[in-house]
């Protein structure tokens, strides 16, 4: 059987569950990731959305899309921010901090070529996104 990995906003008010394990790791370092968390790198976990579940306190999920790229879920209770919706990629992005039995392994960076806090981890950088996720798939260094 799949772990369930669990996790509450800042208040505790909006419960979410994650099954099994995250289809990838990593760091972006894009402005609106950036401005959206208010830290200079945003740690995600990405998932298939069958896995991911709000189990308690749906009535307080709040949801805001800049773009049609990005659907930011956040408890309208204390503000605490929960999860992205990516659409277009068919995965949702709960932030690595909520679900503290994930053993997070970031394999890669993406948007690095935004980046306000330059991180030497040896893992790849991509100035955008790889290509199979629509970006230009080009490198830069660290």
């Known amino acids: 059987m799949a772990a369930v990995h669990k996790g509450t906003c800042f208040c505790g008010a909006v419960e979410i569950e994650a099954e099994g394990d995250p289809v990838a790791m990593g760091y972006c370092h894009c402005d609106s990731c ?24 749906a009535e307080f999920v709040g949801r805001y899309n800049k773009t049609p790229a990005s659907d930011r879920q956040w408890c309208t209770r204390c503000g605490g921010h929960l999860m992205t919706g990516h659409p ?26 935004e980046t306000a806090l ?5 893992l790849p950088k ?17």
Do not use: I, Q
């Open 34 to 57: 950036r401005h959206w968390s208010a830290g200079p790198v945003n740690a995600f976990t990405l998932w298939d959305p069958a896995k991911v579940r709000v189990s308690k306190g």
């Open 118 to 122: 330059r991180m030497k981890d040896g």
């Open 126 to 142: 991509f100035r955008d996104f790889p290509a199979d996720f629509g970006g230009s798939g080009e490198m830069v260094a660290e």
């Open 88 to 113: 277009g990629l068919k995965l949702v992005d709960v932030y690595a901090a909520l679900l503290p039995s994930v053993d997070f392994k970031p394999g890669v960076h993406v948007n690095y070529g």
